[in-house]
C-alpha cells in the first residue's frame, strides 16, 4: 500500500508521505508561545493527528520511497487518543518534537530501535519491559502523572534531562525498578513530583542527576536505588547554569569538571529519604554541591554501598541522618562542614582505605567530627580512622586518634573506672603521650631526691658506711632496673614507703617511656 487511506485528513496524509521519504513532518507556528506543549489543552485541528495514525505507520506503514529510509519524524502536533503499542514490533525510527497527547502511552513489552520524544506533553508513559536497541530520548519533556519503566532494557543511552514529571495514584513519578540501561543514564535537572524508583537497575556507563529537584510525599522516598549497579560513576551534584539557561539543548555537559567557585549553578536537591542501599559504583559516587531537605525519620541512606570513592563535599550538611553502616569505600574525599552533628552520621562497620579532604581538614577537626557525629560512643570508627591515617604514613595523627578514643571511652565508665583511666590520661595519656610520663619520672626522682636530702638513712652493715648521695639514691630507685651503685642504706618506716613509690612509678613510667620511643623508632 503507497497511499494513505483516503478517510485520513490532509496533515496525516502528509505525514504518510514524510515518513516514507524519511523527512520532519513539521506542524510547528514557529510562535513560542501558541506551540508551548504545557499550554490549551485543544490545539488547532489543522494539527492534529490520531495516536492509530501513527500506530499504522509504525507497524503496517507504506515502503520508502526509493533511496529513502522510512521513519516517523514528527513536530508540533496534538496527538488524539491512546497510543497503543504494547507488545509491539518497531522497526524505524522515531523522532518527536513539541508535540501534545491527549492520552497516555502504551508501550509496554514492546521492541523498537531508537525512540525519541523530545519537548512532549504525554500524560503518562507505559513501558515496561520495553526493550530498545538504541536509546530512549525523553528530555524536557512534561509527564504529569509520571513514567513505567519497570524491567524495561534500554540498549544504548536513556536520556531524561529537563524533563517534569508527576507522580501516579501511588506517589511514585518514575517507577523503574529493574531497568537495565547499557550505556549512560542522563537525568540532569529533572523536576520529580514523586519517587523516583530504581531498585535494581543496571546502569552500564554513568548516572547523572546534577541539578535535579526531587519532592516526594513525606511517607516516600524521594530518590530510591537501593540494590543499584552503576558501571562509571554516579553524580549527585550541582549543574552550571550555563549550559541551560536559554539553550534548546537536551544534553548535559558530559563527564565535566568541577564547578568553579562562585560560577551560577543550580544544585542537586531532595525533599525526602534517599536511599542508596547496598549500590554498587564502580568508578566513584560523587555527592557534591547538594542539598538533602530530611524530616524526622528520613535519612540519606548509603549502607552497605561500595565504590572506589565517595565524594561528599555538600555546601551544607543534611537536615537528618546519614547512614554509612557496612559501606565499603576506597578513597573518602570529603570536608569538615559537609557532615550533620550531633548525633546524625551512622558508621557502624563503615571501612575506608584512605582520606583524601578537599581542603585542610585537621585531626582535631577530624575527631571533632566523629564524636560529633558519633552521639554515644563506638570505638570501630575510631580505629578505622587511625588505621586509614597510619596507611597515609601519619602515625601521630593515628595516635591522636587512639588517645581521644580512651577519652571518649572513660565517659561511659561506672565513677572508679572514670577515677582510674583519669589517672590514667593524667599520668601517661593512656600510654600515647611519653612525654608526659618522662616529666613525671623526672618529677618523682626530685621528689625523692628532695626528701632523701634531708632524710639520710643508716647503713645496712655499721663497719660499712658508703658514701651518701641521695640524688644518685632517688635515681637508683625510680629506675629499678639499673644498678646506680649506692644500695646500702636502711631507711626507716616512712622512708620505705617513699621507697616504695619510686619504685612502683619507676616501672610504670619508665615502661611507657620506652614503649613511646620505640613506636617513634619503627615509625614506617
Known sequence: MQQPPAEWTPVEQGLWEAFRQGELCDLRSWDDEVDRVSGPAEWPAERSVRAEVLATLLLNGPDPAPGRVASLKLSGAYITGALRLAGAQIAHYVELHDCRFERKILISEAQAGTLRMIRCWIPRIEASRLATEGDLHLARCIVPFGIRLTDARIGTDLLLNQ????????????????????????????DVHGELSLRSG???GRFSLRGAQLKAAPDRYCLNLAHISVGNTMYLGGSLDGGWAGSHTIYGDGYGAPIPAGSPSTPFRAYGGVRLVDGRFENALLITHAEFHLADGQELSLRRVQTPELRFTCHTPPTGKVSLSRARIGNLVDNADSWPKDGHVRMTGFTYESLRPDRPFSVQQRVAWLESALGEYQPEPYEQLAAALRRDGRDEDAREVLYAKHRRRRSTLPPPGRLWGLLQDAGVGYGYRPGRAALWLVLAWAVGALYF????????????????NAPLYALGKVLPVVNLGPDGWNPDRTGQFVVAVLVLSGWVLATTVVA???????RG
Open 163 to 190: 524533563a517534569t514529571l508527576g507522580s501516579d495514584r501511588y506517589g511514585r513519578a518514575f517507577a523503574a525498578d529493574g531497568l537495565t540501561v547499557q550505556q549512560d543514564f542522563e537525568a540532569e535537572r529533572v
Open 202 to 204: 543496571r546502569i552500564g
Open 453 to 468: 636530702s634531708g632524710h639520710e638513712p643508716p647503713p645496712l652493715k655499721a663497719d660499712e658506711r658508703p658514701t651518701w
Open 516 to 522: 613511646g620511643a620505640t613506636r617513634m623508632l619503627q
